[in-house]
């Protein structure tokens, strides 16, 4: 049986283990799960994932010098400075390639366990999120975007320590928020990515939000991820060769590198309707005032992509953060006193976790992140 599937049924079993016992916020066992997927992720042999060749070879000096990723002392012209700065300080430490690993397994899911911790269903929120869409392939395999968003998640965890709410020019000031700026700073250091989820945030925090404008924007996206996919991923894919083209080296190399990759479309009927209903369901059930959190925007702006540009693996990088972030509100909190909503919430999880089951099996052989294997092995 897949490890990622075993992992899986074991949060499930804590989880409804966790509603009997404490009714479901249990920290201690959320940092244990995500010590775990760190060990995982750190353990894993180093071709397992398909990028993680390349990292290694990196961190460990054995690729050419100054070609494709380069070394931690002649990196690739692509390769940001600030991912050159965390891999040499992390060098002179040790430069094999399982120490890396583990460091970077171990601390984006240390930042996912912070982002968590503080929610009612932390641990059953999590493993939706782990479930829904094999979001771990990502993050046992984009080495560079990961820290990035390890540190992106760790800034807005320090943003959140004030509420959220910012009235004055002292609130800024704040030990947290200055943490938070200078952590998201480094993020974008990084990888370039964060440079296109940093103005996206900001919109989706200042965003007006109703139950009605959830409702309106994910039926929409549903309504066109059925009608109008091809089209609007050929529209934003030459919106990107455009941006392609600008004079500024960041700038334009996002637009290359993420041209031609939104027009993709495979994604099934029911697939786009198992992540609809739910969140259609949760919104009904969250209260007019939460409707408004950061959180549950960033839920509903994560759906909505997910529906219309689900087919692009692209796409799948850049709304990663906003999954994380979205799915702490997967769950409402009506759960804690309605039944039958908490029975339709764990059905749910169990079709999640079939569809998981079948999609392991039916792994595609151009993913290297399947079959498992440790390091040892």
């Keep these: 049986m897949c490890i990622y599937f075993v ?23 959320l940092l244990a799960y995500c010590i775990l997927w760190g060990i995982i992720a750190g353990l894993r042999r180093y071709d397992v994932g398909n990028d993680t060749p390349g990292y290694v070879a990196f961190f460990e000096g054995t690729n050419i010098k100054g070609i494709g990723y380069g070394t931690v002392q002649y990196p690739g012209e692509t390769i940001e400075y600030g991912f050159v700065l965390l891999s040499k300080l992390l060098n002179f430490i040790s430069t094999n390639g399982t120490f ?51 540190f992106l998640l760790i800034g807005i965890y320090y943003f959140q320590k004030n509420g959220m709410k910012y009235n004055s020019y002292k609130d800024l000031k704040k030990t947290n928020v200055i943490c938070g700026i200078l952590c998201c700073i480094f993020a974008a250091t990084i990888h370039r990515t964060s440079i296109i989820l940093f103005p996206l945030l900001l919109i989706i925090y200042f965003m007006p939000m109703s139950k009605r404008i959830g409702y309106s924007v994910v039926t929409g996206s549903f309504l066109v991820s059925i009608f109008f996919q ?108 309605n039944i039958k909503l908490r029975i339709f919430y764990i059905l749910v999880t169990l079709y999640y976790l079939w569809r998981a089951y079948i999609g392991f099996e039916k792994w595609p052989i151009t993913d290297s992140s399947l079959p498992y294997y440790f390091i040892w092995e």
């Excluded at 049924?9 to 201690?28: E, P, Q, S």
């Excluded at 984006?108 to 968590?116: E, F, G, H, N, P």
């Excluded at 009612?120 to 395999?141: D, P, Q, R, T």
């Design 230 to 337: 091809s089209k609007i991923g050929v529209f934003f894919d030459n919106v990107l060769f455009f941006i392609g083209g600008f004079n500024n080296d960041i700038v334009s190399l996002l637009g290359d590198r993420y041209a031609d990759t939104f027009g993709e479309t495979s994604s099934s009927f029911i697939r786009n309707l198992s992540w609809t209903i739910p969140c259609l369901l949760t919104l009904s059930f969250t209260d007019k005032e939460k409707i408004k959190s950061f959180y549950v925007k960033c839920y509903i702006f994560s759906v909505s992509a997910f529906l219309m540009f689900n087919a692009s693996y692209m796409i799948t990088r850049l709304n990663l953060v906003f999954l994380i972030l979205g799915f702490t509100a997967f769950l409402p909190d009506a759960i804690s006193k």
């Design 100 to 150: 890396f690993l583990l460091v970077e397994g171990l601390f984006v899911y240390y930042a996912i366990y912070l982002t968590y911790k503080n929610q009612k269903y932390g641990l059953w929120s999590f493993l939706i999120f782990m479930l829904i869409a094999n979001n771990f392939v990502v993050l046992h395999a984009m080495i560079r975007q990961v820290f990035s968003i390890a």
């Design 7 to 29: 992992l899986e049924l074991l949060a499930f079993i804590l989880v409804i283990f966790d509603l009997k016992k404490r009714g479901g916020n249990n920290k201690k066992i």
